[in-house]
């Protein structure tokens, strides 16, 4: 095995291990894969996405429509009201926060 290999294999290691810590700390929070949001994004249901990351990130690239939440000081009344000015239309309303690998958006929605 070169290295590049041995890398892939470590940080795929990490990565398992961080999800389930993120899994396990987060618990009631429902984690939901890239492919499932994606399939949910292309159905006539309603989705209001908070992205979790730094605005450097958001700034780079982000969901079209998606609000930028601040995940170390998250102003839970103004998110409130952006769900709120956003769902006022419709009858059922999902929010789904999304960042990196899912611990600053399960920090905001806990």
């Known amino acids: ?22 899994r396990t700390r987060f618990s009631s929070i429902k984690q939901i894969q890239t492919n499932e949001l994606n399939t949910r ?34 102003d839970m009344k103004l998110i409130q009201e952006k ?6 239309e419709h009858e059922r309303t999902t929010v789904v926060a999304y960042c990196s690998i899912g611990y600053r958006s399960s920090m905001v929605i806990n």
């Open 83 to 88: 769900i709120h000015e956003r769902s006022t």
């Open 1 to 22: 095995m070169d290295d590049d290999e041995n890398n892939t294999e470590n940080l795929s290691t990490f990565m398992r291990i961080t999800l389930a810590g993120i």
């Open 41 to 74: 994004l292309n159905t006539n249901e309603f989705i209001i996405l908070l992205d979790t990351r730094a605005v450097e990130e958001y700034n780079i690239s982000h969901i079209e429509g998606a609000i930028n939440i601040d995940p170390l000081k998250p």
